[in-house]
């Protein structure tokens, strides 16, 4: 039976608790050279910082450190992603303790390194390749994003991927993968699925996935949305990397309304203006300067 959070409105990550009126942005910070969007511009760690300051300036809750590549490309040690990762978990952590830290990593053996260097949660984007991971999410006490990938290796591209009901399959296989963290001791409250665009799926898919995600919504696991600048965003518009900021926030106001709760993403000030708006229609959120016909 699926243990669904004793309150499913609750996520709780570090010290920050974010309630179910609440939208966190989570900003993707890349230790990477070959990064699909930045093509390395935080590789170099007084950049990465930068970056790090500038996004919290720009309301960041989360702030995702990831050191390999996901999709294809040169191999990274786990030394190799530990060297280029570890150093600004610890600062982030010394330096900006309210701010959550995500890992962005498939490994076990890295996740456990980066836990104990100051991160909150395992962002865990291809499905349990290393089943270690909610593991070391339990024994320090981080929270784990469980998602799917349609069976898919770490770092592949899908090739020819089918499905009888692509959204039947995301709530199955992140669902399992949530009882399977909470059977191994992670929180509860600490458990996100992610239904992972693009990761194993075509852009029709991932199209099908953002109209129909009520759906993951309604098991009552927090959602968590990456969006930002995908693959399925280009082709849908016909779009380069570098002009797909509109078509991305569209798709998380959609989202947005649907119940997502977390975002992450590459431009923070603009995805924060779309999803305070979004709070403020459901009526989350006050407007902050009303004037028009009130006095």
């Known amino acids: 039976m699926l243990i ?18 609440t939208f966190a942005v989570m ?11 930045d093509r390395g511009a935080t590789f170099e760690f007084n950049q990465a910082w930068n970056r790090v300051e500038q996004v919290i300036d720009e309301g960041a809750d989360i702030i995702d450190i990831g050191g390999v590549k996901a999709g294809d490309g040169p191999p990274v040690s786990e030394a190799e992603e530990i060297d280029r990762t570890a150093g600004i978990v610890a600062e982030i952590r010394s330096r900006h303790p309210g701010i959550v830290i995500s890992v962005d990593t498939y490994r076990a053996g890295v996740a456990d390194v980066l836990c104990e260097a100051g991160a909150h949660l395992v962002n865990d984007a291809w499905a349990a390749a290393d089943p270690g991971l909610a593991v070391v999410a339990a024994r320090w006490g981080a929270g784990l994003v469980c998602s799917h990938t349609g069976g898919h290796a770490p770092r592949t591209d899908p090739r020819g991927v ?6 039947a399959d995301v709530v199955a296989g992140t669902t399992e993968l949530a009882q399977r963290a909470v059977d191994a001791g992670v929180r509860p409250d600490a458990v996100l699925v992610d239904p992972t665009h693009d990761f194993g799926k075509n852009t029709y898919h991932s199209l099908e996935v953002t109209r129909r995600l009520d759906e993951l919504v309604d098991t009552g696991w927090p959602v968590l949305v990456s969006l930002s600048r995908k693959d399925f965003v280009g082709e849908t518009l016909d779009l380069p990397v570098s002009e ?8 998380t106001a959609v989202a947005a309304w649907q119940g997502a709760r977390v975002f992450r993403v590459h431009d923070v000030a ?26």
């Open 244 to 251: 797909r900021l509109h078509g991305t926030l569209a798709a």
């Open 4 to 21: 669904v959070p004793r309150d499913a409105s609750v996520l709780r990550l570090g010290s920050s608790t974010f309630s179910p009126a």
């Open 270 to 295: 603009a995805t924060r203006q779309v999803l305070d708006m979004v709070a403020a229609i459901n009526g989350d959120l006050p407007p902050r300067a009303p004037q028009r016909g009130l006095g």
């Open 27 to 37: 900003a993707i910070v890349n230790r990477t050279p070959d990064s699909f969007y």
């Open 162 to 167: 089918t499905y009888d009901d692509v959204m």
